[in-house]
């Protein structure tokens, strides 16, 4: 049972680059999430999924768009990288709101 | 609008008694109070949930008045290693009811 797992773990973009970032969970959970952590602050909501084949933006979700094709995986897209969205990226998952998290290890990603 | 307020920093010694206090006017009839910790270069963790008076686990409690519009987290006899961000959550219904994550409490316990 591995939890939330995330891929990569490491990532350097250029400027006007695009990539995908894989959330993959196993316990069957329902809901899904992408936030981001810039330093010194606290977690942002980018965009959820409340189950398979549906998505919701969050309070920052300009420049990111993502896919909940499977249950167990949730991607998160970057266009086209800018300088901004350098940042710490995590996804969690849990049976419904108001449970428990369970949030992966996190994706370090830096534009430049 | 922020649906939580708590202190943005606290600082105590090892050994004492640490109680953190998040205001939360607005919270929706439905809602649970959720306190989740964070180390650096980690993702948070669940705490400790809870929806009036007083729930208990082995790491903390939390207390929550009649009312609701406040809850207090009190982690006992703090150690070095409870050094870490400490965010009250409620549910937010412009996003589904799930959580926002605000800037949280920064805990640093000293030596």
């Known amino acids: 049972n591995a939890g939330v797992t995330q891929t990569p773990k490491f990532r350097v973009l250029k400027t006007g680059q695009s990539m995908t970032l894989l959330c993959a969970q196993d316990?069957?959970?329902?809901?899904m999430y992408w936030y981001r952590q810039d330093p010194g602050m606290g977690l942002r909501l980018i965009h959820y999924?409340?189950?398979?084949?549906?998505?919701a933006k969050g309070e920052v979700p300009d420049g990111y768009n993502v896919s909940r094709l499977k249950k167990q995986n949730f991607l998160l897209g970057l266009e086209s990288a800018a300088p901004s969205q350098t940042s710490v990226y995590f996804c969690?998952?849990?049976?419904?709101?108001?449970?428990?998290?369970?949030f992966g290890p996190g994706t370090r990603l830096t534009v430049t | 609008l922020a649906k939580t307020t708590q202190p943005i920093s606290m600082d105590s010694y090892e050994g004492q008694e640490v109680n953190i206090t998040c205001s939360h006017n607005?919270?929706?009839?439905?809602?649970?109070i959720t306190w989740y910790q964070q180390f650096p270069s980690q993702g948070p963790r669940f705490i400790i949930q809870?929806?009036?008076t007083k729930v208990t686990n082995e790491v903390a409690s939390l207390f929550i008045p009649a009312d609701r519009k406040s809850s207090t987290l009190s982690l006992p006899r703090v150690s070095l290693s409870d050094t870490a961000v400490y965010y009250c959550?409620?549910?937010?219904?412009?996003?589904?009811?799930?959580?926002?994550f605000g800037p949280g409490t920064r805990l640093s316990v000293l030596p």
């Open positions: 969690a998952s849990t049976q419904r709101e108001n449970y428990e998290q369970y």
């Open positions: 316990m069957n959970h329902e809901y």
């Open positions: 999924s409340v189950g398979e084949g549906t998505t």
């Open positions: 607005n919270i929706a009839t439905n809602d649970y």
């Open positions: 809870g929806y009036k």
């Open positions: 959550l409620v549910g937010d219904e412009d996003y589904g009811q799930n959580f926002v």
